[in-house]
């Protein structure tokens, strides 16, 4: 009998755990002293409930980590459809010198990468089956560029959940257990746990490459929930903080001393804040011959602006 709920990144639930408790050596010590003082449970409860997408969290009572496989596929579409839309359509575009500042949508490779984002946020509202034309984590049938992309994805869809499990593990570990009222409050303890999550991904000391590594896996999270939003006053959230600030928080963090990294991933973010954008009829600011990370930040002031008229 075929399983309602079954979606194919289940073939990735070992790979999540894997991600999860290979995080650095600071991180893992954190973990296990948790564990020893029985603040956490070191098994993870892999939903399957064909439920609309709900983010990790830790049980208060079992002391044990719930993941989502729908907020899983989530994250596997979302993280898809941006490394095509983004490494072929426009990073590789300007590498060859054709990017023209769109990217062709009637290419079909381009279609189902729109699609498959479209779908990833459509999750956040009802659960539905993984869309047919929808290349898969096992990427058996695709041909080779999706192909490609599925294999890279596997890789960083794991991730990013990994460093959403650290983010929660963090809250824990640090005592945020007490919900605040005040929301510049909650947006520090945000911070602090994104940090933790950072640092349990990247390594202290980790070599600008390795730090480029994990660039897609730590920011994939904020621009698939950035993405999936449906008014822009939606990003301001007195529980989970501020998502553009949280993101600009995060993209800081990587200190990248390479101006060509740092316009990789400041472009990456832009093409996802302006996506949004452009859905919510916001005008963008103009195309900069300005770096990647000043154009990025003009679309945020943008948004400031009009989430205050
Ligand atoms: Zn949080």
């Given at each position: 009998m075929i399983d309602p709920t079954y979606l194919p990144v289940r073939l990735l639930e070992n790979n999540v755990l894997h991600a999860f408790v290979n995080a650095n050596p600071g991180a893992q010590r954190l973990l296990q002293h948790a564990i020893e003082r029985q603040l956490?449970?070191?098994?993870?409860?892999?939903?399957?409930?064909?439920?609309?997408v709900t983010y990790p969290s830790i049980n208060v009572n079992t002391r044990i980590m719930r993941v989502q496989e729908t907020h899983f596929a989530m994250l596997w579409a979302a993280t898809y459809g941006l490394t095509v839309l983004?490494?072929?359509?426009v990073h590789q575009a300007k590498v060859d010198g054709?990017?023209?500042?769109?990217?062709?949508?009637?290419?079909p490779l381009f279609h189902h990468a729109e699609l498959a984002i479209q779908w990833a946020c459509s999750l956040r509202i009802r659960f539905s089956v993984w869309p047919e034309w929808l290349v898969t984590p096992?990427?058996?049938?695709?041909v080779d560029l999706e192909n490609r992309h599925a294999l890279l994805t596997n890789g960083i869809a794991s991730d990013a959940m990994a460093s959403l499990m650290w983010h929660e593990f963090a809250h824990l570990a640090m005592g945020h257990s007490n919900p605040t009222n005040d929301p510049a409050v909650q947006q520090q303890l945000e911070q602090e746990a994104d940090d933790f999550a950072f640092h349990a991904l990247v390594p202290?000391?980790?070599?600008e490459d390795e730090r480029v590594l994990k660039g897609w896996a730590l920011v994939m999270p904020f621009l698939a929930h950035l993405l999936s939003?449906?008014?822009?006053?939606?990003?301001?959230?007195?529980?989970?903080?501020?998502v553009d600030v949280r993101l600009s928080h995060v993209l800081s963090?990587?200190?990248?001393?390479?101006q060509a990294n740092r316009d990789y991933f400041y472009g990456l973010a832009a093409v996802a804040v302006t996506a949004a954008m452009r859905r919510w009829s916001i005008d963008l600011p103009d195309v900069p011959d300005q770096s990647m990370e000043e154009f990025f930040n003009a679309c945020l002031d943008r948004l400031d602006e009009v989430l205050e008229r």
């Open positions: 956490f449970r070191p098994e993870v409860d892999y939903v399957t409930d064909g439920n609309r983004y490494e072929v359509g054709n990017f023209t500042g769109d990217i062709d949508l009637t290419n096992a990427a058996e049938s695709a202290q000391h980790a070599t939003l449906k008014h822009p006053s939606a990003m301001r959230s007195t529980r989970h903080g501020d963090r990587f200190h990248f001393a390479a």
